[in-house]
């Protein structure tokens, strides 16, 4: 769309459409929203993200986004810190944290290996995790990354990377997910529920 | 989700997530995205929202967002002034101006009537156009609302507020959409398009 009636307009609609997931059309439905709104909610907006990206610190240990430079995780006693689970992203350390089961730290990798999208060991945070279980006070690993063909290699780089230490290695569960009837599970993961079946006795929980 | 690992991405996360058709989960992505980008990437995005609000105009002619008084459609010599499209806002203005068909000027009503909404007729910008009309240089007046109840609505009540005047009041055509099967045409469109159809010479064009 060209011709546009402001450049100011133009200009936010640019910006907004460099956003992932946001197209011209999304942007000027946006656009059009915040000029609709007070000039104070545009504001806020603004200066939220500018503020945020400005004066944003990431965790020395975890490497997790954090307004102190160890995050309140990292920095919460109770805090398990001989259990760590690695994890891609932020999202992911959100989503373990709202089912409220996990009492250790995270590792944010920052992603998997991925040399299609030109992500190798170097451009991720594998160095620092490393570095951590040397000093002999991690017990237990848990690799939480995605499992698809990339999160797979990323587990076996990492484990390669672990394993002469003395520190325990886990994955998390795969298998049939709870809710989920069993004709519409997909057959590979049908195949390693079976496989990789569990005592009975681990599903009843106290 | 809650236990946010830093203020200042929640408070981004807080204000993204007030746009339209942006969840707590995309602001999410957004807020992250905007952070593995370059700190001026987010002054950019930040600065052009801000400036946006601050400084937009609205044609005082047409109600258009501009940069100036007047809205550089209206400000063109060669648009004609006594052929005016009313449309709801300037998303449909962007649509018309590039089928490059129209040489006229537009209204911008801002909305259609919906009670539904809590829109009347005293929410719109109806006077001015009435008021426009009335000076007697206008020739006609296309009626380019949504094909809805409620756009049929603002029509009506647009048409008994013009009528008196000597001016040619027409709508936008309805019919089968070029390129369209009429099997997978809706009744009530089709229907009309019997009922409404145009001379053969009309779709021959020089």
Known sequence: MNNFPSKLVEEAV????????????????LALHILRKEPSHAQNLGNAIIDMRNNIKFCTSCHNVSDTDVCHICANPYRDKSLICVIEDVRDMLAIENTGQYTGVYHILGGVIS????????NLNINSLVNKIANNTVKEIILALRTTIEGDTTNIYLYKKIKNNDVKVSVIARGVAIGDELEFTDEITLGRSIVNRTPYETLIID
Do not use: C, F, H, W
């Open 115 to 122: 040399p299609m999208d030109g992500i190798g060991p170097e």
């Open 14 to 29: 640019n910006e907004l459409s460099k956003l992932p997931g946001i197209g011209r059309k999304t942007a000027i439905r």
